[in-house]
């Protein structure tokens, strides 16, 4: 068990994530409110939010791993960033929003719909966003539960039953209005780590001269602007990350909760700005915990994700507890927007595809039992799917980034995209993905030059959407609804 402090600032966090979860129930009047939170907040809270949603657990752990491993590799996907979150915010932010002003919209596959005019888009998006969110839930399942689990002193158990036992229930209750205003909280947390770190680092390691004169005389290769890994890693996670964003629909979703479209020039400089400063966690953290291996104040890590928990464990008691909070927050966070986006595709998505429509009123009570079960769904598959959910796991941010980005920023901007083009577009991002998580997961097989099989994938998709939409005329030009055309002229 850690030391009172931290599992005080644990419990605290837990206690009021949840009360804010709760509270975001009084805002909940429309099924859309409860899917989407249409329309339901501003600028700071919205755009606080969508940096939460893309940090996600993986900046606090995996990405100072990247670090330990490969020097400055990883930070071309936090550079990237820097023009990912403006990509986000006008190339897709503006015409969603748009959309949202004339249309009762809730969910992506809403969107897709809108402006296809297709039951297949629907249905084939919906079942690539619940594939999706399950892999991803299923990987932080154990996760969460192992840092709870070290921190409380708990049981593996007990400790994912409590954190997303509160996920569970707070997103249940007020559906994605509780995500978005929990990810509000959860960001501010992660950028007071992230400050708090960076102070802690520098002053630990002699200021940035001390910390990459020691990591540089070691091995130059670590603080070299490519680091260890290849000039073409670095350059596809530039170029996927760059545009990526476009394509998660955690952060795609936060769009429709923006009260006035007006605001949108200024969510692009808050969201990117704050993820930016939360890289700094990212950078730090790894490069601080080369230089406590180097300086030989403690051994060699056997794994490089041990890089934030060894440099914890150098600091503070009362920096470690918030940086533990702010990693909670991560997990927490992205977790809770992907339970309502499979919770909607699922109550809302599915059945309009299908023709049948469940009963408005009857939606959200609906959608508060699919997340029970959806929740306990992923839990208990996180918990006994093992090497199934590794394989799955493997899918995450590519995954989407291929399903969904040729819909949104190529048919919410080209009059010309086809229905046609959307299907194949989709159909190709859940076939390659397959095809390259057996190729690379099951059979251990490698693309030359380290390319990320995501990377193609994406490629393809995208060239998919544009070819076939030169030789396809569905839900194009002409045939586009009068609100559609005026939202993709502005």
């Known amino acids: 068990m850690s030391s009172p402090v931290i599992v005080g600032v644990v419990i605290a966090y837990f206690v009021l994530t949840f009360g804010i979860g709760v509270y975001a129930v009084k805002r909940i009047k429309t099924a859309e409110h409860y899917f989407g939170a249409h329309k339901l907040f501003g600028v700071i809270v919205t755009s606080i939010a969508a940096f939460a949603a893309i940090m996600s657990g993986f900046g606090f752990v995996g990405g100072p791993g990247l670090v330990y491993k490969l020097g400055a590799t990883s930070l071309w996907i936090t550079f990237a960033q820097s023009v990912a979150f403006g990509f986000s915010w006008w190339i897709i932010g503006k015409r969603i929003r748009l959309i949202a002003e004339t249309r009762p919209i809730a969910t992506l596959p809403d969107i897709a719909d809108a402006r296809f005019k297709s039951n297949a888009v629907r249905g084939l998006l919906a079942i690539s966003l619940v594939l999706g969110v399950i892999a991803y839930l299923g990987t932080q399942v154990m996760a969460g539960g192992y840092v709870v689990s070290g921190l409380l002193g708990v049981n593996l158990e007990t400790a994912i039953i409590i954190v997303f036992g509160i996920t569970m229930i707070y997103t249940a209750i007020a559906g994605m209005a509780a995500s978005i205003l929990t990810d509000f909280f959860q960001g501010l947390i992660m950028l007071i780590a992230a400050v708090g770190v960076l102070i802690i680092a520098l002053v630990m390691t002699g200021g940035t001269e001390g910390l990459f004169t020691t990591i540089g005389q070691k091995d130059p290769i670590l603080i070299d602007p490519l680091g260890k890994s290849t000039w073409m890693l670095a350059l596809m996670w530039y170029f996927v990350f760059a545009i990526g964003n476009l394509g998660q629909p955690h952060l795609a979703t936060k769009f429709y909760a923006l009260k006035n479209y007006k605001d949108l020039k200024w969510g692009a400089v808050i969201s990117g700005g704050s993820y930016m400063l939360s890289s700094l966690l990212w950078t730090f953290v790894g490069y601080a915990a080369l230089w406590l291996v180097i300086s030989g104040k403690i051994p060699a ?48 998505d599915l059945p309009k595809a299908l023709g049948k429509e469940i009963e408005h009123i009857k939606q959200v009570w609906w959608g508060r039992i699919v997340t029970i079960i959806l929740t ?27 399903a969904t980005l040729p819909l949104l920023a190529i048919g919410l901007n080209w009059k010309r995209a086809t229905r046609e083009a959307a299907v194949t577009s989709l159909s190709l991002a859940l076939i390659l993905n397959i095809i390259f998580l057996i190729y ?21 998709a995208l060239l998919a959407m544009i070819v076939v939409s030169l030789f396809t005329k569905g839900a194009a030009e002409e045939e586009l609804d009068a609100d559609i055309r005026a939202a993709m002229e502005v």
């Open 376 to 402: 306990i769904f992923a839990l208990l598959f996180g918990y006994y799917g093992g090497y199934l959910v590794a394989i799955l796991g493997a899918l995450g941010w590519g995954y989407f980034a291929s």
């Open 440 to 460: 690379e997961k099951v059979l251990g097989m490698k693309l030359p030059y380290g390319i990320p099989s995501y990377g193609i994938s994406l490629i393809i």
């Open 301 to 348: 890590l056997a794994k490089p994700d041990q890089a934030a928990i060894a440099f914890l464990a150098n600091i503070p008691v009362w920096m470690a507890a918030i940086v533990y909070a702010g990693l909670l927050a991560a997990i927490m966070s992205t977790s809770s927007g992907f339970i309502a986006i499979g919770t909607a595709a699922i109550v809302r």
